[in-house]
Every structure is written in structure tokens, then in C-alpha cells.
């Protein structure tokens, strides 16, 4: 373009000086000040247009990022959230975090009403070059962390990632088990209610975490894929004095990468297809070995009956989100294999190691109002679960029987007062009869942001 113009003025310079002899002084020299004019003015055009090629683009602020493929959007999430597609440029450095407080009221127990800093987080992420970073999150829980206080901090995730294409790439460190629909997408702003689901906590755990190396990518024709090698859960954990593993029988001994016993690995995979807007349909699986080799662990029980056990855990879900309406479902089983001998060893304890658990939940929620960046949601979801539905087969009289399904019918209202900032209300009808988990009729009432 430059050399074109340059040309041009010197062509029309050259024809000037060619004009007839016979015209008069006075008119050349009119047209060459008009020639000169004409020249000056296509050289500042070509300055401006040189200008232009060489300035530096503009850098796009870095925002906050999840777990979540480079260049692979998340059509499950609620609300505008974070993308690996926004992951920080190359020696860029971004902060972002969100929180959580909670008051829960039950409507039979007034004095066990409480109020609570659920969490807090903070997360980094760094991007060395265009095709490697590192990202971590920091969390504390319950406000104080302290021996004598029920407070946690910890590590939630640390990872570096590597885009091998734009779209597959590698990921190794300390990374969210790709399973379900909450685990990756736990922020407040990302999920109805004021707590999280019960079934993605008591048989998924939420926020569940291993150690290892993954792969992932997504296809042009929508598929987006998860295969990770990684540590497994320890089954020489298990307590069965302690109601935990009724809660959730993973969350008691899954191992967080905390000096994790790591002589069992265990292998994840994913498959969601988003080919259509709006459309989620996927599952997931997660399965490996959880016995640890517990009986040739100098700290360990040299008699621990259940290092060929085998867990098996496995997903399946579908979202659909179109105009003002999202409709979520989610079904998910475990089992946890060669059980009866370890349980047998058990017997007269409240809490054995299930051989079978299950859950499933279907939720509505319509977008009743928006304006400006505000919008009020209303939701309703029905859940159904059991951490014990079967145990092993225990010589006649000492078997133990099922646990009771345990449901929750949740209705309720998130008001976005921006994307970033949820106010929340809720009322969950629990229906079941477990006295060691009688949460009771209750209802909540939430603060949540993410920046």
C-alpha cells in the first residue's frame, strides 16, 4: 500500500514537469502547489497506516478461570462464569476469588439455627507463554482454621497446563475429578439454592480432588472429552465409629493429595456432547483399586482384609437451557467392591462400608424477571439418594440391612444482582426417616459473589 502511493505521487510529479510549454507560469505554478498538496497528504496517510501496522494490539484484561478445556465453552453454567477461553496471556498474572455465608433455620429446631462464612476463596492463575500456565485455588472454610476450631484451609487446586493444540491439550498437579455437574462449577453464582445439591455431595463429594496427569479436548462437531490417570481414594481410611461415611462414603476417604497413599491408581473419563446450544448431555466415570496395599504399610493393619477392593463410579446427566428456562437431571451410582471380610471385622459398629450407593436429582428453575444486569430466578428440585443401599452379603443374623432413601424437595429464589452477586432463599422438605442424618425441615438464606 505505502509503495503504491509513493509510486502514484512520483508518476504525477513526473507528468507535471512533461506540462506544454505553452501554458502560462501562473498556471503551472497552481498546479504544481496543488501536486505538492496532493503528495504531502498521501504521505501522512501512509504514516498513519504505518503507524497502525506497528503499534502493539491491545491486551485484553485477564479474567478468572475454571477447570475447563482452552477454547471449549461451558453451556452448563447458569450465569456467565469463567472459561479456559479467558485464561490469562503469556506473563500475565490474574487473581479472582469468591465467597460464601450461609444462614440455615430449622423450622423444628429454632435454638440449632445457625449462621456461617461457608467459604472463601482465592485463586491465581499465571500464564508463562501462550500455551503453558499454572493455576491454583486456596480455600478456607467456617471462617477460622485452628486446632481447637472447625475451620479448613487448604489447597483445592494446583496444576500446570499445557495447550498441545487449541484444542487438546495436558494437565498435571492437583486437579477437580471431571465428574458430575457441580464439582468443577461450584462457585455461589454457579448453582440454585443456597447449598450445594445433596446428591453432589453425599455420593459425588463436592469438591472432590486427585493427583496425576489428565488429557482433554473438544471436537468440532461438539464433543468435549476428560482421560486422567490419578490417585485413588483409601479405603484404609474408613472409620466405623464415625457417621462420616454415611454422609458420603467417598468424602470419608477420599485423600486430597495429603501425603495420599498412592500404591493404587485409578482412572477417570468424560463425555459431554454440546453440539447443540443450550444442550448439555454427557456422563462420567471414575474407577480403580482403594485398598492401598494398606496391609504392607508399616502404619497400616497387617491384617487389613481389603486391599483388592475395587471402586466403580459412574454418571450420566443432562442440561437443557433455552430462553428463560433450565432444566438440569443427574443420575449417579457407586460400588465399592470385596467388602464383607473388612466389615466383618466391624460388626457392632454404626457405620460399615456400603457395597452399592446411589442418587439422582431432577431441577426447573425459570428466569421470572431481568433488567439491566439484574434477574430473579425460581427453581425447584427434587433429589433422592442413599449412601448405604446395599451391603455385603454377612453370615445369617449379622448382615447389615439398607439404608433408607433419603429425599429432598428444594424451592426457592436466586436474585443475581449482577452476574457476580447472588442473594439466595430457600426452603428444603426433607423426607426420610435416618436418625443419625434428621437434618429437619429448614430454611436457608445465602450471600454469594465471584470476581
Known sequence: M?????????????AALALPARADEAALKAEVDALRAEVAALKAEVQQIHAAQSAPAPVAQAKPVSQQPIAVTDAAAPNPGRSMSDAATANTTSLWGYGQIDYNHPTARAADARADLTRAVIGFDHGFNDTTRVYGELEWEHAIASASDAGESEVEQLFIEHALAPNYGV?????????GLL???????????????????????????EGGVAGYGNTDSGFQWDIGLVTSPNLGKWDPTSPDGRESPLGAIHQEMQLAKAHDLSLWARLNWLGVPGLNVGGAM???KIGQDT??????????????SRLLLGEAHVRWQSGPWDFTALYTRGTISDTQDLNLGF??????????FWGGYAQAAWKALAWNQSSVVLFLRYEAFNTGAAYAT?????????LPTQRVLTAGINYYLNPNVVFKFDYQDFRYDDPVLDYGNRFD???????
Not at 460388626?347 to 452399592?356: E, F, I, M, N, S
Not at 454377612?394 to 439398607?402: A, N, R
Request: negative net charge.
Open 2 to 14: 505505502q509503495h503504491r502511493m509513493l509510486a502514484l505521487a512520483i508518476a504525477t510529479c513526473c
Open 171 to 179: 494437565r498435571a498437579g492437583l486437579m477437580l475429578v471431571p465428574i
Open 183 to 209: 464439582n468443577e462449577h461450584h462457585e455461589p453464582t454457579q448453582f440454585y439454592g443456597v447449598e450445594r445439591n445433596f446428591v453432589e455431595q453425599a455420593i459425588i463429594p463436592s469438591t472432590w480432588r
Open 286 to 288: 471414575f474407577a480403580g
Open 295 to 308: 496391609s504392607k504399610q508399616f502404619e497400616g493393619d497387617a491384617n487389613f482384609p481389603a486391599d483388592n
Open 347 to 356: 460388626l457392632g459398629q454404626p457405620t460399615p462400608v456400603p457395597k452399592a
Open 394 to 402: 454377612q453370615p445369617q443374623g449379622l448382615g447389615t440391612p439398607p
Open 445 to 451: 438464606l445465602g450471600i454469594g459473589f465471584q470476581f
